[in-house]
């Protein structure tokens, strides 16, 4: 296993430099999957009113040959969140739903405080910026770097500000 993961780097590497990230996945029957991967850029793709991004996925076989493949997908968007079952009482609900907004720039930011208005939210962000409902282009309740789908690029101050 660790030979197939440092061939990944190895590649992930060569093809991009210190821009990409590995994604390993444990499944149930205990197996073990994993890729690199690199965000390319935001797509402009006609016919499409939606956020799109360009990907790179590197895989390896067993005898460390690899493929890429360049796919392009629309950005997930959380629609709403919902604690199922909390049996330990782990979840404040005094928590803001929303810690991590990402700004029309790309760049996530950490919430410190919501302020609700009857003409949208206002959030208090980490690095002291306040960014209003029309100017979020995706929330997400956690670090948005632990996603499995992109690598993300978060503001220094509020990156900084993490547990």
Not at 102 to 111: I, S
Request: proline content about 3%.
């Amino acid at each position: 296993m660790t030979d197939k993961l440092d061939r990944l780097e190895e590649i992930a590497r060569e093809r991009w430099g210190e821009k990409w990230a590995i994604e390993q996945k444990h499944w149930a029957d205990g197996t073990t999957t994993e890729h690199a991967y690199h965000v390319v850029s935001p797509a402009d793709i006609d016919d499409i009113d939606q956020d799109v991004r360009e990907y790179e996925y590197l895989w390896v076989n067993e005898e460390g040959e690899y493929v890429v493949e360049r796919v392009q997908l629309t950005t997930k968007k959380a629609i709403d969140r919902e604690v199922v079952a909390d049996p330990y009482d782990h979840v404040d609900e005094d928590q803001i739903k929303w810690l991590w907004v990402k700004d029309e720039n790309d760049r996530w930011h950490r919430v410190t405080d919501v302020e609700e208005h009857e003409e949208g939210d206002k959030r208090t962000l980490v690095c002291g910026d306040v960014l209003e409902d029309d100017e979020i282009d995706e929330m997400a309740t956690y670090d948005p770097s632990d996603q499995d789908y992109q690598s993300v690029e978060l503001c220094p101050v509020c990156a900084a500000s993490r547990p």
